[in-house]
């Protein structure tokens, strides 16, 4: 089984995997093995007729924050990009983006930072890395100098992030599907 596990792992990180991903190894339900055993398959997606006893047993099993584990699975389901650890240094932003979901993007996608001025300046600035082949658990290091930017204005910073292929927004955690990803405000000097 270990040895299958590993092939399937190796394999994963080019295409999506579910459907009916859980072996009877990890049938006793232990939150802990559910996931680890889910990460490690890099699942995207779960079969919405997949066996019932679970699904009910998931919905009564706490983890974090008293989460169900149905609730925690549904969500790191796939990718789930984060933005971590914000550090300001003058006019320096420092951030961490990690995939706390359970498996990679698929996609190429891009990213970079709008700057919306308080004096109706808005700037545009790449952030030159690629978040679409993060695997799970992957963390990427961030930095962005502002001190091109207008001194005696103040502005909002958004993340954006878009799919290469057909320019799809890439949500965040806690970002509206609607809207670029807020970072904070960046104060005139």
């Not at 990213?111 to 799970?136: E, H, Q, S």
């Not at 670029?180 to 960046?186: A, P, V």
């Amino acid at each position: 089984m270990e040895d299958e596990l590993h092939y399937m792992h190796k394999q994963m990180t080019q295409v999506p995997l579910g459907g009916e991903v859980l072996s009877p190894q990890v049938e006793r339900n232990i939150s802990s093995e559910v996931i680890s055993y889910l990460r490690k398959m890099q699942v995207s997606y779960l079969n919405s007729i997949y066996d019932p006893r679970f699904l009910d047993m998931w919905k009564e099993i706490k983890v974090e924050d008293g989460e169900s584990l149905y609730d925690y699975v549904g969500n790191h389901l796939g990718y789930r990009l984060e933005v971590k650890r914000m550090v300001w240094k003058k006019r320096q932003l420092m951030f961490v983006v990690v995939n706390t979901g359970f498996a990679p993007l698929y996609d190429r996608c891009k990213a970079r930072i709008i700057a919306k001025g308080t004096d109706g300046d808005v700037a545009y600035m790449d952030i030159g890395m690629d978040f679409g082949n993060m695997l799970p658990d992957e963390q990427r290091d961030v930095v962005m100098d502002f001190s091109c930017l207008v001194k005696d204005s103040a502005y909002e910073l958004y993340l954006e992030t878009r799919r290469r292929k057909d320019n799809a927004r890439i949500c965040f955690v806690g970002q509206q599907k609607d809207r670029e990803l807020y970072l904070g405000r960046l104060d005139a000097v």
